[in-house]
């Protein structure tokens, strides 16, 4: 086990001696985890992502490292690849989970062993998905978290003991919206940061900055496509004229911020064309952000990060046909 540029430690080997280098090693490999939420293998920039969620709520905090380490040790049990496990690709999910379930949820200890069960159960779905994903090429993305998250809220209309916040949508048939509230300036700047802070559904500008600071330790292509992802998301969502509270709280942004990460820094190799391919995915994600929002209004359930996947999906799936594309 070595020093790496990428996080705390690089274990090559596989292998590491001392049980202080192991706890080392799993500290890097769930740090690493948190990082993945937005697709960056570095443990520096989930250290930054973890320090923005407590600077806002040590519940959610506490809720990150547990549904983090619920899906890493899940994973390690059941031999999934362990190159797969060190760079995070099993926690990331695990930590989203855990942070949707104390958002949309009262928190309590039935809701805590919910997230530990859910978080670990992510994994396993997590890795039927990486299974069904190779016929297509195509990444899982938070997948894993959006389905289970919806699994669990879905059964909360079953069970009496977990009951939902206010939070989570009033089912019933979506209704005509009408612009309210006047955007200014101020409006965006919020919304640029609050934007990215809501990738952890955190709506806090200050942790939005240290978000971007991870970003910047880690890509500064990814640095730049967050902050255009949310501004993109933030613009489009002014100029179809979405209420200016959503707009200044970010939720508007945090999918475009992900599909701007994924297309613009990860999946594609940097050119016009790319950038230009990267640019119309991000524009088109409020607007599914929107879409998947009413479709799911009716049975209460949030839309959480799924217009990012479908998007992603869709843009990835083309790629292959567009020459002027490069995967990286």
């Known amino acids: 086990m070595k020093l790496s540029s990428t996080g705390l430690v690089w274990d090559d080997t596989g292998s590491a001696s001392g049980p202080a280098l192991r706890a080392l090693g799993l500290v890097d490999t769930v740090l690493r985890g948190v990082g993945q939420v937005m697709l960056q293998n570095n443990s520096y920039a989930g250290l930054l992502f973890l320090i923005g969620v407590f600077y806002n709520s040590t519940l959610f905090g506490i809720g990150v490292l547990v549904g983090t380490l619920s899906s890493t040790l899940t994973a390690r049990l059941l031999g999934a690849e362990r190159a ?5 690709l099993f926690g990331c999910n695990g930590a989203l989970v855990a942070v949707g379930i104390l958002y949309f949820l009262h928190p ?3 809701t805590w062993a919910c997230v530990i ?3 670990a159960c992510s994994s396993v779905l997590m890795a039927a998905m990486l299974n069904m994903m190779r016929v297509w090429k195509l990444p899982v993305l938070t997948a894993p978290f959006v389905f289970t998250t919806l699994c669990v809220f879905l059964a909360t209309a079953r069970f009496g003991r977990l009951q939902s916040t206010e939070l989570l949508p009033s089912a019933g048939l979506p209704h005509d919206a009408t612009v309210e509230g006047f955007v200014t300036g101020s409006t965006l700047v919020h919304g640029l940061f609050s934007g990215v802070a809501q990738v952890f559904f955190q709506a806090s500008p200050v942790t939005g900055a240290l978000f971007l600071a991870g ?4 890509s500064r292509l990814g640095f730049v496509a967050a902050m255009a992802g949310s501004l993109i998301g933030a613009m489009v969502a002014w100029g179809m004229g979405a209420a200016e509270a959503a707009i200044y709280s970010g939720a508007f942004g945090f999918n475009s911020v992900l599909t701007a990460i994924a297309l613009a820094s990860v999946f594609l190799r940097p050119s016009t064309a790319s ?3 990267a640019g119309l995915a991000t524009m088109v994600t409020p607007l599914a952000y929107a879409a998947v929002s009413a479709l799911l209004e009716p049975v209460g359930m949030p839309a959480m990060t799924l217009p990012f996947v479908l998007v992603v999906w869709v843009f990835v799936l083309a790629i292959p046909l567009f020459p002027r594309l490069k995967s990286a």
């Open 84 to 88: 797969q496990i060190r760079d995070g």
């Open 108 to 110: 309590g200890v039935l």
């Open 117 to 119: 069960v859910a978080a």
């Open 215 to 218: 970003l910047l330790v880690s």
């Open 275 to 277: 950038l230009a391919y």
